[in-house]
């Protein structure tokens, strides 16, 4: 069982966490995001194409805490982008389609990473690993993905734009970073500066509780998706300690199928479920990380 923070242990903890990233965080993933978009410019096969370099995650979303220590950066082929249920003659865009293949992708972005780098991590199924070097840069992960577009009528210009990544154990993930990073900015902005800050609390709680070996380590992202599905009006009332404690009770009642049920939980993308096939968290990590870190924190009552 984790040990219990006493109520000043906790308040003194929050004062700290409340505040975003400093100026040498956002300059880390600067410096990773350029340092990238480099190796890509520089690359010969890359010329001339329509490819985004960009942060993604909790760096750009400035929900990062001391433990996120890998900067994610995406490259992005534009042209031809991908969907589903279109045959791609329909583009217009047969013949090209086939020259970037998800192989041919990877490949010519490991290429450029090497040229840039030296050598690169390639054994994960999703991203490259580029380590640290102390002085010059911070460690970054680089996923190749292509540009990938869900039609729907009730979406501006009538689209959700995201990205395809084909991992090297043949299954496609779709990503939603841009819908993340905008909507994670709106829902900041309703609430008074508290969604990130209550965030950066529960992924700080999970961090100790993970080195204190109460839960297992879960993606950081994961307490972003159960805090965006908390209302605003949650997040305002009282004062900052209230925000986070009441944040959890609601967490809590969701995964207990009390007034929205677990299953109507949406990523902060909000197009994505929470739970559900392909996702690499259940409900039970969910309920284990809530009661771990209403215990921790020292909060009294019932959840």
């Given at each position: 069982m984790a040990r219990q923070l006493t109520v000043t242990q906790r308040l003194a903890l929050i004062n700290r966490w409340k505040n975003p990233p400093g100026p040498s965080e956002q300059l880390r993933l600067a410096r990773a995001e350029r340092m990238v978009k480099e190796a890509v410019d520089r690359h010969g096969p890359f010329r001339g194409l329509d490819i985004t370099v960009a942060a993604k995650g909790s760096y750009p979303n400035k929900t990062n805490v001391r433990g996120d220590s890998d900067v994610d950066i995406m490259v992005k082929l534009n042209d031809p982008f991908h969907t589903d249920g279109v045959a791609p003659w329909?583009?217009?865009?047969?013949?090209?389609?086939?020259?970037?293949?998800?192989?041919?992708?990877?490949?010519?972005?490991?290429?450029?990473?090497?040229?840039?780098?030296?050598?690169?991590?390639?054994?994960?199924?999703?991203?490259?690993?580029?380590?640290?070097?102390?002085?010059?840069?911070?460690?970054?992960?680089?996923?190749p993905c292509f540009k990938w577009v869900k039609y729907d009528f009730s979406a501006p210009g009538g689209q959700y734009v995201g990205s395809v990544v084909h991992?090297?154990?043949?299954?496609?993930?779709?990503?939603?970073?841009?819908?993340?990073?905008?909507?994670?900015?709106?829902?900041?902005?309703?609430?008074?500066?508290?969604?990130?800050?209550?965030?950066?609390?529960?992924?700080?709680?999970?961090?100790?509780l993970t080195t204190q070996g109460v839960i297992k380590a879960l993606p950081s992202y994961f307490s972003e998706c159960l805090i965006y599905n908390v209302p605003d009006h949650v997040l305002l009332a009282g004062d900052f300690d209230d925000a986070v404690r009441e944040s959890l009770r609601e967490v809590s009642r969701q995964l207990s199928g009390i007034r929205f049920g677990s299953q109507r939980m949406m990523e902060p993308n909000g197009i994505k479920k929470v739970f559900g096939e392909g996702q690499k968290w259940t409900e039970k990590d969910a309920r284990d990380l809530v009661e771990g870190a209403w215990y921790y924190l020292g909060y009294k009552g019932c959840r």
């Open positions: 329909w583009f217009g865009e047969q013949a090209d389609a086939g020259t970037w293949t998800a192989t041919t992708l990877r490949e010519e972005v490991h290429a450029a990473l090497t040229n840039r780098f030296g050598w690169v991590d390639a054994d994960h199924n999703i991203a490259f690993y580029v380590p640290e070097v102390v002085g010059s840069h911070p460690s970054i992960d680089v996923v991992g090297r154990n043949r299954k496609k993930v779709i990503n939603w970073p841009e819908l993340q990073l905008a909507n994670g900015r709106a829902k900041n902005s309703d609430t008074n500066l508290r969604y990130k800050f209550v965030v950066r609390v529960l992924k700080n709680a999970e961090n100790d």
